[in-house]
């Protein structure tokens, strides 16, 4: 019972500085200290902060290193723009076209997350890392070549063939092959950001704190003797693998609709290493971490406008150094020592548990 | 014919990916790391040249040999200063590492060169050569490139199986505490082999540039990725595999360009790939490792 109810704790902090960021930003932006730039990537804070949160089901908790976790996020973002546009009449209340759009979104990643998850989870290490790539690389290149339209007799899809405009009768185009959606309504909102974030962290804490949250972590920790308690391999890595798909997917549609237009290209391999990127700087497999580097990384490029030309510079050198400092031995020691003294100065020390000590009784 | 040219074209640009994919295996087998900053050294490989010969009005192969001296260096000291201190840390850490390293490439050419695209000029200019009266014609960089790879191929075989320093390089991969045992020198080891792998990665470069002239910042990042796909194909840490994989890419990418689809043409050597690896999980050549328990 100890136990759950420190799971418990660390959860309503979690969920805590998810709405105190809401709330600090909001009260910033109305009372205008927030610079127009600054505003315009709350939407995306939350988006990368969901991507990163369901990425690091994947790397974190699976164990297996995906490098194609803008694909589903593409498949999201575009089968949620699909149903928007196409309900535009039919629906006339916003929030609701939102809702269909990420809940289909989240169902269109999942299928095609198990579609990639079946084979790709056979594979290990590093083989599995390059399917992934290959599997994000194949979906921005057939959505790079897609044509979707909209008119009176439902929906028009094509691949490689170009749709004109002038064979839909009183209709519009959604998809244009690599220009990708146009004509989106903005239907995103922050406080919509919001709740996914914390929708996200509910599946995905509750997920990890379950029995097949247990599973999935003894199969990372050793995938052997898992097996050889009777853990049902497959089925565990492909629950964690297709839920972290869908919440990509769901991430997706809410990114999508915060713009006016969205290409395939968007969602390339660079934004697959960004999400990695923020979930390995993070911890891996520690979800709150994951939240914090996601926004104070997406951020930074725009907090370092004061030596604007350098900034991505000054980016790559923080990231090399911040992982210097952290998995170097020699620096790692160094820090630990800063790290004890200003806890000693800060809180209480927590003593640590002595390890082994329970077994022999 | 137009099948022959296709083939041809297909050796010659796989021959580049094989190249490439030469320092990725390399690396990976001696240091086991996925260098994913790999890419951006064929970038800055090209650019040496492209000014050596633009700026500075130097000759071609004075430029090739400005980009190997280049990329060398950089190699070594991209080794030394981000990947020696973490020598012990997660492979995942080195890869964050690497991507930094590759951030920081790719900006600071941004800042240095712009990002202008430049038409790299190429480095062979001879008229193409044809045969059987004209149906078959071949570019003269194309023909370059299939000979130049052919004898890095074979040099680079010969090295490892031969020298000394090749041998220290094997030992170092297979195991690197019982390497250090019999007194090789480790470090130095992998620092020549990051050495070679980027004296490569220039010389690549230089050619895949003289093909497809787009020179920008990002030129570095998908021959990179294709490469890295191509050391996967034929097994990562397997020499022979990493050239036969990236041969094989090259060819499969321009026979799928030129007889299923053009834009679908990275779909299809990506699915490729997949279909393979679901065959062999290990890839083409490469080894099986066994669990133990």
């Keep these: ?9 660390s959860n309503a902090v979690t969920y805590a500085i998810v709405v105190a960021f809401f709330v600090v930003m909001t009260v910033l932006s109305s009372t205008g200290h927030l610079s127009n730039s600054l505003t315009g990537q709350l939407i995306p804070i939350c988006v990368y902060i969901c991507m990163a949160v369901s990425l690091n089901l994947t790397v974190g908790i699976l164990g297996e290193l995906s490098l194609g976790h803008a694909g589903f996020m593409s498949v999201g973002a575009f089968s949620g723009v699909i149903v928007a546009m196409s309900l535009q009449s039919a629906i006339s209340s916003g929030p609701v076209r939102l809702i269909l759009a990420i809940l289909v979104g989240a169902i269109m990643a999942a299928v095609v997350g198990v579609l990639v998850g079946v084979p790709v989870l056979r594979l290990r290490g590093d083989y599995l890392a390059i399917v992934t790539l290959a599997f994000g690389e194949i979906i921005k290149n057939i959505i790079n070549n897609l044509y979707v339209g909209y008119d009176a007799n439902g929906l028009h899809i094509r691949l490689l063939r170009v749709l004109p405009k002038t064979e839909l009768t009183d209709g519009f185009l ?7 959606a146009t004509g989106i309504t903005k239907l995103s909102t922050f406080p919509a950001g919001i709740l996914l974030v914390l929708f996200t962290l509910f599946v995905v804490l509750n997920l990890i704190q379950s029995r097949s949250g247990r599973a999935i972590m003894a199969i990372r920790d050793n995938r052997i003797a898992a097996e050889s308690v009777g853990i049902n391999i497959t089925k565990y890595k492909l629950m964690a693998f297709v839920v972290s798909a869908a919440l990509a997917g769901m991430a997706g549609a809410l990114y999508a609709m915060n713009f006016t237009g969205v290409a395939a290209t968007k969602f390339d391999f660079n934004t697959s290493i960004l999400v990695l990127v923020f979930v390995v700087l993070g911890g891996m497999g520690n979800i709150r971490g994951s939240i914090i580097a996601a926004a104070i990384l997406y951020t930074l ?3 370092l406008r004061a030596v604007n030309d350098y900034r991505m510079l000054f980016y790559a050198i923080v990231l090399i150094v911040v992982m210097l400092v952290t998995n170097n031995p020699t620096m790692k020691a160094g820090l630990a020592a800063v790290g004890t003294a200003l806890k000693g100065v800060f809180m209480k020390t927590v003593p640590v548990p002595e390890e082994g000590g329970d077994g022999d009784e | 014919m137009s099948f022959l040219t296709s083939l041809i074209n297909g050796i010659s640009l796989g ?4 190249i490439i994919a030469l320092g990725y295996t390399m690396v990976y087998g001696i240091a086991k790391m996925l260098n994913f900053a790999h890419g951006d050294v064929i970038m800055v490989g090209a650019y040496m040249c492209f000014c050596a010969m633009n700026y500075w009005g130097l000759p071609p192969i004075v430029g090739i040999l400005v980009a190997i001296a280049v990329c060398t260096v950089l190699g070594i000291v991209i080794e030394k200063l981000a990947y020696k201190p973490l020598r012990q840390a997660s492979s995942l850490a080195v890869l964050i590492t690497a991507i930094g390293v590759s951030y920081f490439l790719q900006n600071a050419a941004l800042l240095i060169f712009s990002a202008n695209q430049k038409s790299f000029p190429s480095v062979v200019n001879l008229p193409n050569v044809t045969l059987f009266g004209g149906r078959l014609s071949v570019t003269a960089i194309a023909i370059a490139t299939v000979v130049t790879s052919a004898v890095i191929m074979v040099a680079l075989t010969l090295f490892v199986s031969k020298s000394k320093t090749g041998k220290a390089m ?5 195991d690197k505490e019982a390497a250090q045992l019999m007194g090789i020198n480790v470090n130095g080891t992998i620092s020549v082999t990051f050495a070679i792998g980027s004296g490569l990665a220039a010389i690549a470069g230089v050619l895949y540039l003289s093909a497809y002239p787009n020179l920008v910042p990002t030129t570095g990042s998908m021959p990179g990725i294709k490469a890295f796909t191509a050391a996967v194909f034929g097994g990562i840490g397997s020499i022979p595999g990493a050239m036969l994989g990236g041969i094989l890419l090259g060819v499969i990418e321009i026979l799928g360009k030129a007889y299923i689809s053009s834009q679908l043409s990275d779909a299809i050597v990506f699915a490729v790939l997949i279909i393979v690896l679901l065959i062999k999980p ?9 669990e133990k328990v």
């Design chain 2, 282 to 290: 290990t890839g083409l050549l490469g080894k099986k490792i066994s």
């Design chain 1, 1 to 9: 019972m100890k136990k759950l109810s420190r799971n418990a704790k």
């Design chain 1, 301 to 303: 490029p725009e907090l």
């Design chain 2, 170 to 174: 094997r030992a170092v991969s297979e």
């Design chain 2, 15 to 18: 021959s580049v990916y094989a």
């Design chain 1, 174 to 180: 959604i998809i244009n092959g690599p220009q990708g």
